[in-house]
């Protein structure tokens, strides 16, 4: 046999799914740990920011890159959510025989899964309106513009929301992934679960943890900033030289 | 049970009094709604619940239906829901649960009545849906049955055999999520059977050739990766990990097309 008659398509959906996926997840723990900057110093994450804008090879900031990341970022997740809606309860007869299911199991594996339906359908809502703002207006992002918006922009709910979310989606997407498509050498299935439970149940506390610390830490700098609303972050360092 | 009955030696216990629960139905009597019954009954040493299940029949309700064969994990005909879990009834004893115990029939087969469901027809569509068979060269006056079988090295034998256990009691398939929303879904055990004859010399299928009959989101790549499948199967067969191995290789043969060659019309 050397010819394919059935479509081919089926097997690239299904490593597409898996790649973008991996893809977003590896994305968003790139971007709490850049974001969380903010817990070490307001200077270390406006040197994160600038970094992203090329202003330490340009010498000076280009916002416009933080567009193209967070156009890039976008078309995966609208290919991600794209394949990954094909697995969704396609009716109410397909939606109550899973809740039937999963209700009676009471099975590990088969919660998580449901979880992530459930959390990826709130990311179609939580992550645009996040994702519009940061392709739209790249420049307002630093300690006191991202304090501002979190607090008197009012955001800070939607990012609550969002950070539970998007980390439960990425720590058990990873999880499920490695079990998908299997780990080489994995020889005793059980003990590989066991494994990977612990190291991604480890890495997604981590990261909760990481991600909530920040926003509370941005919830504060943008309180303590509400009356200077628009006012952006110069370290001292930059500004020094200009002082008489 | 109360304290002071804890506190005594396993042996002076008194028996449990278990409440089993059943729901029962007969499509043969459309008229009798589906309804829970529950029988009461002393938990002796050892038991399972196929012999509560037989003493119910034989003491308290002849009209029980429920299927078994072999008592002994091996024929697959009283696998049944646990207390919301898929199950041999043979290979369960009763000090594994607690008092009150409900059962129901599989979900996704055809329901025979009570406890008794035709595994055997969907098995049988199963097989026919992806040729569970070895497909071996024959020649043009058919298989040649006088020629000896060629040898096979003793780790290769033991492979195939692991994967061979299946007893097709159709648990995996009951305990699948994506099994009980989309029923055109194959099911581990028809992709553990494919992983079975992909390891024997004697089947001359290729990738290619499984890719036909699994390769599309009714086979391996509708797998949402629920895993309940290896969870219950009672002969603890390694489906997670199958699942995982032809997943791989029918990506690596949609996405390549067979044996490499761009799989372009004809």
Known sequence: MSRLRRSRLPARLDVTQTLSGVALALFIWG???????????????????????????????????????????????????????????????????????????????????????????AMFFLASPHLYKMLTQPAAIGPYASGDDVWSGAWWPLYL???????????????????????????????????????????TAVMLALGLLSLATYLRIGYEHRDRVGERYVPASVAAPEQP | MNDAAADMPAETQPPRRLRISVLRYNPAEPERAPRLQTYELE?????????????????????????FV?????????????????????RTLTTQLPTKIALAPLPVFELIGDLSVNTGKWMRAMSERVETWVHAQETAQGADLDRAEARMEPE??????????????????AACGTARMREDFVGAVAINKLARFRLDPRDLRDDGDFYELIGDDDGVFGCMTLLGCDDVCPKDLPLMTQLAYMRRKMAAAGWRGADGAAATPD
């Open chain 1, 31 to 121: 971007h709490t740990l850049f974001v969380s900057s903010i817990l070490i110093s307001k200077d270390a994450m406006w040197t994160v920011t600038r970094m992203f804008e090329g202003y330490f090879i340009l010498g000076r900031p280009l916002p416009v890159l933080v567009s193209i990341a967070v156009a890039v970022v976008w078309a995966l997740l609208l290919v991600h959510a794209l394949l990954a809606l094909r697995k969704f309860p396609a009716s109410y007869r397909q939606y109550r025989a899973f809740r039937e299911h999963r209700q009676a199991m009471r099975h590990a594996d088969t919660h998580l899964w449901w979880w992530q339906v459930v959390t990826g359908f």
């Open chain 1, 161 to 203: 929301l969002l950070a539970f979310s998007v980390q439960l989606h990425a720590g058990i997407g990873v999880y499920r992934a490695a079990l998908k498509w299997g780990l080489p050498g994995g020889g005793d299935g059980a003990r590989t679960r066991r494994r990977l439970r612990v190291l991604f149940g480890g890495i």
């Open chain 2, 156 to 173: 290769q034998a033991e492979a195939i055999y692991e994967l061979d256990r299946c007893i097709e009691c159709g648990c995996c398939v």
């Open chain 2, 43 to 67: 938990e002796a040493d050892g038991m399972t619940l196929f012999i509560a299940l037989n003493e119910i029949r034989e003491i308290q309700d002849p009209s029980l239906q429920f299927d």
């Open chain 2, 70 to 90: 072999c008592r002994a994990g091996i024929c697959g005909s009283c696998a049944m829901v646990i207390n919301g879990r898929p199950g041999l009834a043979c």
